[in-house]
């Protein structure tokens, strides 16, 4: 017998599986979404989603699922592409941001990373990690507590502060980026994308200090990934994205077992082999859920 399969995802937004209270006041809520590009485009077709306070949510798919658009749309960056939700709703800590500006989003407390370690290569680390308080209004002193406090969650950062950001190492832009959305003290982060490019090792790292952020820091995180099986293992509860639309969702544990996520994500067949790359071609031909 397999695992339970994962909640399917109602018309209201509403999550079944998670503790009630939380899901009754998320700090995020998105709400059957259409986003559309140059006003013929549809990306998203309905997209709706939760992320309650202080747990960690994954947003899984593959490539041209939707997963960056919808964190555009929550983050306010698809004026900038001209694109713009067109129909249904997001809020942010009960305060509706839809076709927000972005750097609206960022002063109500919701920070984007986005895909890519977009560091300015000019400015050294230190100078990177300190761009990200400009939006702040605390004083000198809790802004460079704050700065500290980067350094000893990434203390390889601390080795490097005087470096120009655009010879650091992959890894290292990454941990920059993180740290630079940090020192704006959001209430929720939005990683796209963390792992993309980076060795296995220096991928658990840093999906380690998520953890750790969302532990000790208390920061909800929002993260998109391609790689389900780290993602899984990290989160509280994930959905997962097919042609602008949300087509599973569920406890992540109750994911990660699911035979349809392991097949499908995992290349992992239901005998525990893994699929070669021949067999790809019929994954989506045979998703249940499609």
Known sequence: MGAPAPTRLRADWRIDTMNT?????????VN?????????????RGVSLAVPKGRIVALLGTNGAGKTTTLRAISGLLKPEN????????????VDITNQLGTDVVRLGAVMVPEGRRVFKHLTVEENIRVGSVTRRESLAVIRENHQG????????????????????????????????LMAAPQMLMLDEPSLGL??????????????????????ILVVEQNAKIA????????????????????????????????????????GRRKSFKEVKSYKRRKRWM
């Open 150 to 181: 980067m350094y000893r969650h990434f203390p390889r950062l601390a080795e490097i502060t005087n470096r120009l950001a655009g010879y650091c190492s992959g890894g290292e832009q990454q941990m920059i980026a993180i740290a630079r959305a």
């Open 32 to 44: 059957n979404i259409e986003v559309v590009y140059n006003d013929i485009i549809q990306v998203l």
């Open 199 to 220: 060795a296995p090792l220096l991928v658990k790292d840093i999906f380690r200090n998520i953890q750790v952020i969302n532990q000790e820091l208390k920061t909800t």
């Open 21 to 29: 209270s939380l899901a009754d006041s998320p700090l995020l809520e």
């Open 83 to 94: 694109g713009f939700i067109r129909e249904g709703y997001i809020k942010f800590n009960g």
């Open 232 to 271: 899984l293992a990290i989160s509280d509860y994930a959905y997962i994205m097919e042609s602008g639309k949300i087509v599973l969702e569920g406890a992540s544990r109750e994911l990660q077992d699911n035979p349809d996520v392991k097949e499908f994500y995992m290349g992992i067949t239901q005998s």
